[in-house]
């Protein structure tokens, strides 16, 4: 098992910054590729960006190219989010999870993710 933490969300105007942070415990040698999404109000939970655990393969959703940045540190069983140049429409509850999918194209899928955090609020006033 695994348990996932989120951290960092908040209230921030446009254009501004966050970090998330997701914090893992348990069966953190598995070394799992760790995944960020989110899910605005009314909205389906949609793919942000995930991370291999040795961090040589990284992809994003393209709405986040250029703006969001995901790390890990396997030291400190740590998973990151930077986020850039926020705008309104960036606002969501946003979930980190772990999991293997099984080949680059999948790391998208929610169902290839075993492990949820709670999920942290992030809003972007205007």
């Known amino acids: 098992q695994v348990q996932l933490v989120e951290s960092g969300g908040g209230l921030v105007q446009a254009g501004g910054s966050l970090r998330l942070s997701c914090a893992a415990s348990g069966r953190t040698y598995m070394q799992y590729v760790m995944g960020w999404f989110r899910q605005a109000p009314g909205k389906e939970r949609e793919f942000v960006a995930a991370?291999?655990?040795?961090?040589?393969?990284?992809d994003y959703a393209d709405s986040v190219k250029g703006k969001f940045t995901i790390s890990r540190d396997n030291a400190k069983d740590t998973v990151y989010l930077q986020m850039n140049s926020l705008k309104p429409d960036d606002t969501a509850v946003y979930y980190c999870?772990?999991?293997?999918?099984?080949?680059?194209?999948?790391?998208?899928?929610?169902?290839?993710?075993?492990?949820w955090g709670q999920g942290t609020q992030v809003t972007v006033s205007p």
């Open positions: 999870a772990a999991g293997h999918p099984l080949t680059r194209s999948t790391t998208a899928r929610i169902s290839a993710y075993n492990y």
């Open positions: 991370i291999t655990w040795s961090g040589d393969s990284i």
